[in-house]
């Protein structure tokens, strides 16, 4: 199955490279998803280093806040797994915070990182 979603996240990446004009959302969709696929596959320093491509485009565009949250949220998973328990219920905190900002209509992912916040508090 992960090996399914490798596959798929390849093929968009291939998409991708034909248009210059990706928004930086979809930029950061794919990076953060394949960052949590790497850490899904017990890959931490592969996901660190796609979070980290993800961190440098924030900080030079402007993606939507539902965006930055659910890159938060995977740098909390990756924390996690690095046994940094405090940053990674810091980026949780983070994610709650701008899902609640982004509006309800990511009031399924918000209900997700509460959930994790729940189980990791």
Do not use: M, N
């Amino acid at each position: 199955r992960l090996d399914d979603a490798a596959g798929r996240y390849d093929r968009a990446q291939e998409f991708q490279a034909r248009f210059e004009s990706v928004d930086t959302d979809t930029r950061i969709y794919l990076l953060s998803g394949q960052g949590r696929l790497a850490l899904l596959q017990g890959r931490l320093d592969e996901a660190e280093r796609l979070l980290k491509q993800c961190d440098e485009l924030v900080e030079r565009e402007e993606p939507a806040r539902a965006t930055v949250a659910r890159l938060a949220f995977v740098h909390a998973q990756v924390a996690w797994a690095r046994e940094d328990r405090d940053a990674a219920r810091a980026s949780a905190r983070e994610a709650r915070e701008t899902y609640v900002e982004a509006g309800r209509f990511h009031a399924g992912r918000l209900a997700e990182v509460d959930a994790w916040l729940a189980e990791h508090e």
